[in-house]
């Protein structure tokens, strides 16, 4: 009787410690803003929140230190300057313009420039002012805010530039 009180007491009560010890707790995959550094507002859905990973983020840093002063109607100082300039540059969340681009077309742009890509002189070459990292992080953001939101192509990308 003393041995079975035993283990009925105290080893049994403990398996069933040392057993649950093993369940791991469930976190809710659909949780998208678990890992997110940041988050954007939907540019159509200011209700919706668009999660960023660590490159976009950097990405929303460069362009707000940069890009926001022609891409977006308003900046974090107030207006912007897009509607001085002719032609009036897209608005940085516009995936009906940006992507129909490819990244390499893009990552030049920024890299040398509108008037060496064909686009508006207006747009200064970043080459020299932003690293390489910085701009694919910016294109990284751009690809994250894009509405309608952006789609890779499953075709390899071209190595010419687009006209």
Not at 47 to 61: C, M, N
């Amino acid at each position: 009787m003393k041995w079975r009180d035993l283990i009925l007491f105290l080893i049994l009560p403990a398996l069933i410690i040392l057993s649950s010890c093993q369940r791991k707790l469930a976190v809710s995959p659909a949780n998208r803003f678990l890992n997110a550094y940041d988050v954007e507002q939907n540019a159509n859905d200011p209700q919706r929140l668009i999660p960023l990973s660590y490159q976009q983020a950097q990405g929303k840093r460069v362009f707000n230190n940069n890009c926001v002063w022609c891409h977006a109607d308003a900046t974090p100082a107030g207006p912007s300057n897009r509607s001085n300039l002719t032609p009036t540059p897209p608005l940085f969340t516009d995936g009906e313009t940006f992507n129909l681009l490819s990244d390499d077309f893009m990552r030049n742009t920024i890299t040398l420039g509108g008037s060496a890509m064909g686009k508006s002189a207006i747009m200064p070459p970043w080459g020299q002012t932003l690293t390489q990292d910085e701009i694919r992080a910016v294109l990284a953001y751009a690809r994250a805010v894009a509405q309608p939101p952006y789609k890779a192509s499953a075709r390899p990308a071209s190595q010419y530039p687009e006209k």
